[in-house]
């Protein structure tokens, strides 16, 4: 299986830490491919295990300065790494890039998204988690902020 992981940030946080780990205890019969915004803090880290890795700068979604950003540099090359490396499922390890994700979604790929932070339904709409088709949350408490939004079944 061929999994396209996105990461919004390089820096060695705790979501970024998580992504280090799920990759480095992937199942050996899984390809990962990782899109980072920039080669350095984690992304070294990943380089240094084998994994990998697609370069696509980011921009702040919901800024408009970050969507030019996005739309311009990012999605492009999110497209092209998609069609190259023809993934099986793409993942998005913080929800900040579903969006993006979604919008180079042209082959109607699976979609997960990771929600590790609270998240309002200001945000389920404004980064568009309805295009993900699994939603793994860190803690019911997060999955139970999802409660009322139409994706409850998607929550894991």
Known sequence: MRLLLL???????GARRSLVELVRFLDPRVTPLVVVPSMD???LELKDLGVDLAVAPQGA???LGGRLKSLFFQLPRIRETI???RPDVCHANEFHIIPQLASCNREKLGISGH???????RQI????LAACDRIVTVSEAVGGLLMGSGLEDRVR
């Open 7 to 13: 990461t919004p940030s390089v820096r060695p946080l």
């Open 41 to 43: 803090g984690i992304a």
């Open 61 to 63: 979604w919901r800024k």
């Open 83 to 85: 069609r190259r490396f």
């Open 115 to 121: 929600i590790r932070l609270g998240i309002t339904p």
């Open 125 to 128: 709409k404004t980064y568009e």
